[in-house]
Every structure is written in C-alpha cells, then in structure tokens.
C-alpha cells in the first residue's frame, strides 16, 4: 500500500465574489498565481457563502 498524505492549504487572492462570477476560473487563476497547480485527485472545500454570492443570492 502506498503512503498517503493529506494537506490543507488556504486559497489567497481571491477578489471580493460577486453576482454571475466564475468561481471555477477565479480559484484557479488564484491558485496559479500563487505558484501552484490543481491535479488529478486534488479535492477543493469551498464555502456556501461564496457559491450563494455568485448565484446572486445573498
């Protein structure tokens, strides 16, 4: 059996998340200008809050 690890890491550099935003764009230009990559496997946590604001409803 292969090792497995898990790593939390925080997502900076987001803007402030408005109606009719593409969150899927937005948090990947965020976690390419932080140097880093999405991968196969990655798994993401993202709030409800910020999925309500980009549906307009909050």
Do not use: Y
């Not at 109606?19 to 709030?47: H, K, M, S």
């Amino acid at each position: 059996m292969s090792a497995r690890r898990l790593v939390v890491t925080g997502v900076h550099g987001l803007p402030e998340i408005r109606p009719g935003d593409d969150l899927a764009t937005l948090i990947a230009n965020a976690v390419r200008a932080e140097g880093e990559q999405l991968r196969d496997g990655d798994v993401l946590a993202v709030a409800q809050k910020i999925v309500s604001k980009s549906e307009g409803r909050i």
